[in-house]
């Protein structure tokens, strides 16, 4: 493919970066934008101005960054859906192809959650009731192809059992759900319910990361790979450009967000919004694109879940 036409100079940046956020303000993935913004003079020589352009679950602010001219002036934040989006045909672009990343800054797992009142005191409990009860067993989720709902689908895959899925209107809902004993667990971010295992209203029975996790709160909580079950999964949150940028421009973006990220407040201003900090460089960040997109693109289409979204479209 022809790269596009860009003029550019050694000078580059020589006016402001617009740093694209597809959600609105005060989010996680707007909290990371904003941390980036406090030290860009320093590190781009240029500020980074930060504009939240939220609808369509991402896809309005994802389809300007991949339509833009590649100069390195517009640059944004990217999350997971990044990949699911065009596997459901909901976009303009397939932001994979369509788009190149600079950097991942952080990489948070989900847990899943039971009530503590409820009898199960680990995974195979869990499993083994459900496997009493086929079908009655009510998984909640923050909609129909969101990653909470495909994760249910990988456990319902890896232990053999089948389950309810019930979709609600984000994760909020759906551990309000949770909480008023309508459906039986839930996967969910860390943050979100750190309060409610500190205060004992919830349980944490597994976590979908690598490694178990470093905070005292969720220390003990196995993950489901020492558990056994094929389930390693996170959700990331990164920066990244329309394809065919000059090399050298990438590079300077890729070089001063590095050196952004390494400053020990912005890791703390990440881990202190209930994120875990884990950076990679845009090589190893295209690695886990190609990971993921393979990972869940299995699950999308082994589960029956691009035909309820093709049907929901209708």
Do not use: C
């Not at 884990?278 to 190609?290: A, D, F, G, I």
């Not at 993921?292 to 035909?307: A, M």
């Amino acid at each position: 493919m022809e790269p596009k036409a860009v003029t550019t100079t050694n000078k580059y940046p020589e006016k402001p970066i617009t740093i694209i956020v597809p959600f609105s303000a005060g989010g996680s993935l707007d909290l990371i934008a904003r941390a980036l913004e406090k030290t860009a003079i320093q590190h781009l020589g240029q500020p980074l101005i930060v504009v939240n352009k939220p609808g369509g679950a991402g896809t309005l602010a994802w389809n300007e960054l991949a339509g833009t001219t590649p100069d390195g002036y517009t640059i944004g934040i990217t999350g997971v859906e990044i990949i699911l989006h065009p596997m459901y045909s909901l976009t303009k672009y397939n932001y994979p192809t369509a788009l190149e990343p600079l950097a991942q800054v952080s990489s948070s797992p989900f847990i899943m959650v039971v009530q503590a009142n409820q009898p199960w005191q680990n995974v195979d409990d869990l499993v083994k009731d459900a496997r009493q009860h086929p079908g009655q067993f009510k998984f909640g989720n923050s909609g129909v192809g969101s990653l909470p709902h495909l994760l249910s689908e990988m456990f319902a895959q890896s232990t053999g059992i089948t389950l309810q899925p019930v979709p609600f209107q984000g994760g909020s809902e759906s551990l309000r759900s949770l909480l008023g004993g309508h459906v039986q667990a839930i996967f969910t971010s860390t943050a979100i319910v750190r309060e409610h295992l500190k205060n004992g209203t919830l349980r944490a029975l597994a976590v979908t990361g690598e490694q178990r996790l470093a905070d005292p709160v969720f220390a003990n909580v196995p993950t489901f790979k020492e558990l056994g079950k094929d389930i390693v999964f996170s959700y990331w949150i990164g920066v990244a450009a329309p394809k065919e940028m000059p090399l050298e421009v990438k590079d300077k973006l890729a070089n001063g967000l590095k050196a952004i990220i390494a400053e020990p407040e912005f890791q703390k201003n990440v881990e202190n919004n209930g994120l875990q900090f884990e950076y990679l460089n845009p090589e190893e960040s295209q690695t886990k694109w190609l990971y993921d997109n393979q990972t869940l693109s299995k699950t999308v289409r082994e589960t029956g879940i691009l035909e309820r979204i093709k049907e929901q479209k209708k």
